[in-house]
């Protein structure tokens, strides 16, 4: 989900359950697409990336897909935990002339994990 | 491992105002950047370096400006702070080839009133 105005999307997660948080990217032409978490007071944390040749990555616990048909990339999280409290953004990694990959990042889904 | 540190962490300027945020990282890489966050936009791109002696414009540069005399730091400057810069901001670094994994400081909230 991107953002609408100044509020965060929010998706409300029951702990243990699986999450799942979406976005809709711009360039067709970027060469990655990363997830970021950020918990409250902190900078941003990587997660995982995805290069554009492929449709799936998995890594701990998480699970990102990529449609590169209707520009779309989810972030799945098994089991979701407490600490899987934070906001989360899309990048994609454009890269410029001088090979140089610049980050462009998503506005944010705020996950919140319920008891 | 101390990773990327910013100072300060907290800061209130008046309009027109200068001041310097400072930014080390200890891991070697070679690319920095400034971002800054507000509410519901996400971080957005100031300047970014690809190395020592290096700088470029990035998504929002208008009104700040940085150095990079040493690989280990980048310095971000506000040479007349205006309210419209109040914000959270970040610090980064990552490493060539990998750039996709930028490793973010703890920011700094910088008010202007």
């Known amino acids: 989900g991107e953002s609408v105005g100044l509020h965060l999307p929010t998706l409300s997660v029951q702990e243990g359950d699986n999450s799942i948080i979406n976005c809709a990217y711009s360039n067709s032409a970027s060469d990655y697409f990363i997830w970021y978490k950020q918990e409250s007071g902190k900078g941003p944390q990587f997660i995982i990336d995805?290069?554009?040749?492929?449709d799936k990555r998995q890594g701990q616990r998480v699970t990102v897909l990529l449609n590169k048909t209707v520009k779309h990339l989810s972030l799945q999280i098994a089991a979701t935990q407490p600490g899987d409290s934070a906001v989360y953004f899309c990048?994609?990694?454009?890269?410029?002339?001088?090979?140089?990959?610049?980050?462009?990042f998503g506005a944010g889904t705020q996950v919140v994990v319920t008891p | 491992n101390a990773g990327v540190t910013q100072t300060p962490k907290f800061r209130v300027l008046k309009t027109g105002q200068s001041m310097t945020l400072l930014c080390a990282q200890d891991m070697n890489h070679e690319y920095m950047y400034w971002y800054r966050q507000d509410p519901g936009m996400g971080l957005r791109l100031i300047h970014y370096?690809?190395?020592?002696?290096?700088?470029a414009k990035g998504e929002v540069p208008d009104g700040y400006n940085v150095s990079r005399l040493k690989k280990q730091n980048f310095l971000l400057g506000l040479e007349s702070a205006a309210p419209s810069q109040t914000s959270v901001y970040f610090c980064?670094?990552?490493?060539?080839?990998?750039?996709?994994?930028?490793?973010f400081g703890q920011g700094t909230r910088l008010t202007v009133v």
């Open positions: 980064a670094s990552s490493n060539r080839g990998t750039n996709t994994e930028a490793f």
């Open positions: 995805i290069r554009s040749n492929m």
């Open positions: 990048a994609e990694n454009m890269v410029t002339t001088d090979s140089w990959g610049k980050l462009q």
């Open positions: 370096s690809v190395g020592e002696g290096t700088t």
